[in-house]
């Protein structure tokens, strides 16, 4: 389980994998809207028109989400759902499904006591790069559908959801490019995935030693709050290179994307987008972290005898 001071898990792979899709899917479709308008915000380069400044089209998060509900529906707030989901499936149930057994392996199985944060960030980085490499296309596919805006009359989208999207990508660009981005992907994820889990197992042990303090539900959501926080400090300036590179194919690798954005936007552009990510990255988490708890009772429930 994730958090408190015993290193072995208590339900089965199957189960901690199928906990964890289920939780990674539930929140995605709760904060969508706020993943939406943060991808938006990180795309908004800054304008020039004649010799004035043109004033961005959308400003801050709430600002974001009313501009896209306003111009394109409230239904565009969940664009990229579908590739979402297949996302967190993938992607959620194998990162936090590999967890504690590449912990384990790591300790080793005589390890006895709480195990050193420095193992739970090795084991987070671990399996946050090895999901995200399975599932980096269904991540490229959300972010094109989601940077996607209101287009004039008469011009057609450029895929019409996220299964002709996958085809369209593959037969235009080829297979490797649903590999696009991987490089800052496989950075961000490791290093999100090795602050949210580290984190929250860091955190969720240390109140649980507090006195009155139980593993219940306010114990999830402080530890949930503290893994989001952690997590979007350490990752935005790789999130926003990853979201660039993803909607703009003019950059030529992770480093050209880092300097030109350096360059034409200046260092504050790498934390573009922060509020939202915090607001995304927080309810993310606590969302998702309450549901898997929730979610490893029952299954353990099912399991045990």
């Known amino acids: 389980m994730v958090g408190g001071g015993n290193s072995k898990s208590d339900i089965s792979f199957a189960g901690t994998f199928a906990s964890s899709a289920f939780a990674a899917c539930f929140a995605e479709i709760c904060t969508i809207p706020l993943d939406t308008a943060k991808v938006r915000l990180q795309l908004q380069k800054k304008g020039i028109a004649g010799d004035g400044m043109v004033l961005p089209k959308y400003r801050g998060m709430l600002g974001t989400v009313g501009t896209i509900a306003k111009e394109e529906?409230?239904?565009?707030?969940?664009?990229?759902?579908?590739?979402?989901?297949?996302?967190?499936?993938?992607?959620?149930?194998?990162?936090?499904?590999?967890?504690?057994?590449?912990?384990?392996?790591?300790?080793?199985?005589?390890?006895?006591?709480?195990?050193?944060?420095?193992?739970k960030i090795l084991a987070g980085l671990t399996t946050g790069a090895l999901a995200i490499t399975v599932a980096n296309p269904t991540d490229l596919v959300k972010v094109r559908l989601q940077a996607e805006g209101k287009l004039p009359a008469g011009v057609p989208r450029r895929y019409s959801g996220a299964l002709n999207a996958y085809?369209?990508?593959?037969?235009?660009?080829?297979?490797?490019?649903?590999?696009?981005?991987?490089?800052?992907?496989?950075?961000?994820?490791?290093?999100?995935n090795a602050a949210e889990l580290a984190s929250y197992d860091q955190v969720k042990q240390t109140i649980l030693k507090i006195p009155g303090f139980t593993d219940n539900v306010l114990t999830h959501l402080l530890s949930g709050l503290g893994a989001g926080f952690f997590a979007v400090c350490i990752g935005s300036p790789v999130d926003v290179v990853k979201s660039r590179m993803m909607g703009d194919s003019s950059y030529k690798n992770t480093l050209d994307c880092f300097v030109k954005t350096l360059k034409?936007?200046?260092?504050?552009?790498?934390?573009?987008g922060f509020i939202p990510n915090f607001g995304r990255l927080g309810s993310w988490n606590v969302i998702m972290f309450l549901t898997l708890e929730q979610a490893k009772k029952f299954v353990k429930s099912i399991e045990s005898p």
Do not use: M
């Open 264 to 272: 034409n936007d200046g260092p504050l552009a790498f934390y573009k």
């Open 73 to 119: 529906g409230l239904a565009s707030l969940w664009k990229g759902i579908v590739p979402g989901l297949h996302r967190q499936c993938l992607y959620g149930g194998l990162r936090i499904g590999l967890y504690e057994p590449i912990k384990n392996f790591y300790v080793g199985e005589n390890f006895v006591g709480d195990v050193p944060l420095t193992t």
């Open 167 to 192: 085809s369209t990508i593959v037969r235009q660009e080829g297979v490797r490019a649903l590999w696009t981005g991987i490089g800052p992907n496989v950075a961000r994820n490791a290093i999100i």
